[in-house]
């Protein structure tokens, strides 16, 4: 499959890249081209132009700021997964980023790309929306910041205008005291999630769960953040018990996506499943 004609300019600084896309309307960002490049070959996306920031150097890299791990937008996956700092600070974005897809998806994709593209099955954005990443994005006329839990609205849409740029992502460090995990079932051609599990818990002083979050992917048509477990879950002991009560209790899905690889109804049994074990999993992990 070929995709449409398209022009095709290269970017070397971000200013660049914002003054092509105000020259050309309908124009794409290129990053790992490993979800956008697809959808051309389908024809299910024709952009007239293609401007490609693949090479500007200030888009990527890793580092601390502050209480927060800033992360380029051009970041691939597999430094992600390979990040010391972040597996010190933010372990659970380094988890998840480890079981993206294969090496080559993991080593030409970029976690900018993924969240712009924000397919229902990824596994970034229930990690972000858990740990309370924010978005930060550049247009010509000025910066602003979305919390992930308002960046992701739907199936294939987020709030990034058409003008914007993601330069990076600011992920706050693990607090003390707690332990994560990201699960997933996995489709077992592309490894995309049919249910991705993604929990944090805190514990306190005595014991008991201070704080919790458990998110999902590819369970609706967008990641979806379950915070009635989390509520029920905050103050009280974190035994076996109380953990699958909160989620048999508390997990209020609806619309849950149905494909050719697993009904809805299968995708609501996964996701309790799943978001118990990945409970049980960061509580085990905080406590040791
Ligand atoms: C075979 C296969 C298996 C995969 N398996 C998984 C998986 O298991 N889990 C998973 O999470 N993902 C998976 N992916 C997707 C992969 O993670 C891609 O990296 C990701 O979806 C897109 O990133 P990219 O850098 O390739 O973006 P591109 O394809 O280049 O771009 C995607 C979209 O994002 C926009 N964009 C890119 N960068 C920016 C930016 N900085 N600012 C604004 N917009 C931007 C583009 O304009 C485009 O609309 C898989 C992909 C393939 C091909």
Same mark, same amino acid.
Do not use: K, M
């Given at each position: 499959m070929f995709p449409a004609k398209f022009d095709y300019y290269r970017a070397s600084t971000v200013q660049e890249a914002l003054d092509l896309l105000d020259a050309h309307d309908e124009a794409k960002l290129l990053a790992g081209g490993h979800s956008l490049i697809p959808m051309m070959k389908l024809r299910l996306a024709q952009p007239p132009a293609l401007i490609d920031?693949?090479?500007?150097?200030?888009?990527s890299g890793i580092s601390r700021d502050g209480s927060s791990m800033r992360i380029g937008a051009l970041t691939r996956h597999a430094e992600i997964a390979a990040s010391e700092l972040l597996h010190r600070e933010c372990p659970l974005i380094a988890e998840a980023a480890s079981k993206i897809g294969d090496p080559q998806v993991r080593n030409k994709g970029t976690i900018g790309g993924n969240i712009a593209h924000a397919? !229902? =099955? @990824?596994?970034?954005p229930a990690v972000l929306i858990a740990s309370g990443a924010t978005i930060h994005l550049l247009a010509a006329g000025g910066s602003r910041e979305v919390a992930a839990g308002e960046f992701f609205v739907g199936l294939l849409t987020t709030?990034?205008?058409?003008?914007?740029?993601?330069?990076h992502l600011s992920v706050p460090a693990q607090p003390a005291n707690s332990g994560s995990s990201y699960l997933k079932v996995e489709? !077992? =051609? @592309?490894?995309?999630?049919v249910c991705g599990a993604a929990a944090i818990v805190t514990l306190g002083a005595d014991g008991n769960c201070s704080a919790a979050a458990l998110c999902y992917n590819g369970i609706t048509d967008s990641a979806c953040n379950a915070e009635a477990v989390a509520g029920a879950l905050a103050?009280?002991?974190?035994?076996d018990a109380t953990i699958g009560a909160a989620v048999d209790d508390h997990l209020a899905i609806s619309d849950p996506l149905g494909d050719v690889h697993a009904s809805g109804e299968y995708r609501l049994h996964l996701a309790k499943v799943y978001g118990k074990r990945a409970l049980k999993r960061a509580r085990d992990r905080a406590r040791a």
């Open positions: 920031i693949g090479r500007i150097a200030e888009l397919d !229902p =099955a @990824s596994d970034l709030a990034l205008g058409a003008n914007e740029v993601i330069t489709h !077992p =051609a @592309s490894g995309y999630a103050g009280g002991a974190l035994d």
